[in-house]
Each structure stands twice: as structure tokens, then as C-alpha cells.
């Protein structure tokens, strides 16, 4: 099964810019859907947004559109979420999950059951 390690988190000031990574192993990430997603203390984890395995489509959650942008590169076995103009309410553990390709994506919010494979997270913290 494949191995997801998440990292370029870390602490950033309001309006600022974080590009995280999430780096696969064990299987060829060209196989599997990838996500995003995050969980602030005391919340459940939310989903952020996905990329089809060739980086062709993608959905977001309606609160990032135009902020955060995922992309892919399946040669690199690595999956980015370039996270813009952020904010306080950002703050949280960031989280790239996989599920094997089955279809196309659907044009609605994914949950954490959807995907089976997680990385460890990485914590970005936004000051005020």
C-alpha cells in the first residue's frame, strides 16, 4: 500500500503563502485520486480539495476556491497544496489522503471515509 508523508507546514503570518507537499511511496501515486484535508482543535477533519490521478480535474471546497490550489506531479510522486492570502481560521493540521482511482470525481465534498491511505499531517499555524 502506499506511504504518504506530508510536509512544508509551519507558522505564517495573516495574507501570507504556504506551498505543503506530500510525498508518496510503497506504490506509483499515478494510481490513486489525491486530497486534502484539515482539522482544527476540537473540530472534525474537513476536506479541502482533490486532484483526478492525472491532474486533469479537480474540486474544491467552496470556502479555499481561489486561494488554494492543488496540482500534482506523478513523476515526482508528489502531490502540492499551494495555500494563499491565509488566515487565522487556517490553522489547523494539514492532512493529503489517497483512494484508488475508480470513475471520475464527483462534483461534491468528499468525506475522510472516501479515502483510505493518510499521511501524518503537518501543522500550520496563521498568527493574527
Known amino acids: 500500500q502506499v506511504q504518504l508523508v506530508e510536509s512544508g507546514g509551519g507558522l505564517v503570518q495573516t495574507g501570507g503563502s504556504l506551498r505543503l507537499s506530500c510525498a508518496a511511496s510503497?506504490?506509483?501515486?499515478?494510481?490513486?485520486?489525491m486530497g486534502w484535508f484539515r482539522q482544527a482543535p476540537g473540530k472534525e477533519r474537513e476536506f479541502l480539495t482533490i486532484i483526478s490521478w492525472s491532474g486533469a480535474s479537480t474540486y474544491y471546497a467552496d470556502f479555499v476556491k481561489g486561494r488554494f490550489s492543488i496540482s500534482r506531479d506523478n513523476a515526482l510522486n508528489t502531490v502540492y497544496l499551494q495555500m494563499n492570502s491565509l488566515k487565522p481560521e487556517d490553522t489547523a493540521v494539514y492532512y493529503c489522503?489517497?483512494?484508488?482511482?475508480?470513475?471520475?470525481?464527483?462534483?461534491?465534498?468528499?468525506?475522510?471515509?472516501?479515502?483510505?491511505?493518510w499521511g501524518q499531517g503537518t501543522q500550520v499555524t496563521v498568527s493574527s
Open positions: 510503497g506504490r506509483p501515486l499515478s494510481i490513486y485520486n
Open positions: 489522503a489517497a483512494r484508488h482511482n475508480r470513475g471520475g470525481l464527483k462534483n461534491q465534498p468528499y468525506f475522510p471515509d472516501d479515502f483510505p491511505y
